[in-house]
């Protein structure tokens, strides 16, 4: 059951992965940041919330 763990292929995908999430999670944060910076004040607030 443990033998994937001792598989370099699956280390190799478990960081690809992890990296993807990472770099992903980052451009959420960027696009976001933007459209907020796009609405009107009173609506930034509630939006960001």
């Not at 292929?9 to 990296?19: K, P, R, S, Y």
């Not at 993807?20 to 009173?42: P, T």
């Amino acid at each position: 059951m443990f033998e994937i763990l001792l598989s370099p292929d699956a280390w190799v995908a478990l960081l690809t992965l992890t990296f993807l999430e990472i770099v992903l999670g980052i451009d959420n944060i960027i696009f976001i940041s933007i459209a907020a910076g796009k609405l009107a004040d009173g609506d930034r607030k509630k939006q960001l919330t």
